[in-house]
């Protein structure tokens, strides 16, 4: 069974930072993408950003340049530095792992969720 684990949450003030962790612990074989997605009251859960195996990055169009993703292998751990926060960006955000366990199957497995939220 896998876990990930989040931190780094709360209250923050517009234009203010945080910084977000997750970490993956369990039976995961390998891990080929972790990422961060969020969810605003009624609204759909969307990609903030996610970090492939292979190195590469995607961004929703609207947190480039004020979000930066990185990974520790070593560590199964995935961050998110939010920079320049706005209201909008107000959400549950949510840590996302797709991989294989060590039968080879198939997970995707995510986090309990952090809340975000950012006062004008």
């Known amino acids: 069974q896998v876990q990930l684990a989040e931190s780094g949450g709360g209250l923050v003030q517009a234009g203010g930072s945080l910084k977000l962790s997750c970490v993956a612990s369990g039976s995961i074989a390998t891990i080929s993408s972790m990422g961060w997605y969020r969810q605003a009251p009624g609204k759909q859960r969307e990609l903030v950003a996610d970090?492939?195996?292979?190195?590469?990055?995607n961004y929703a169009d609207s947190v480039k340049g004020r979000f930066t993703i990185s990974r520790d292998n070593a560590k199964n751990t995935v961050y998110l530095q939010m920079n320049s926060l706005k209201p909008e960006d107000t959400a549950v955000y949510y840590c996302?792992?797709?991989?294989?366990?060590?039968?080879?199957?198939?997970?995707?497995?995510w986090g309990q969720g952090t809340l975000v939220t950012v006062s004008s």
């Open positions: 996302n792992t797709r991989g294989t366990n060590p039968a080879g199957w198939y997970l995707q497995v």
């Open positions: 970090i492939l195996s292979g190195g590469s990055i």
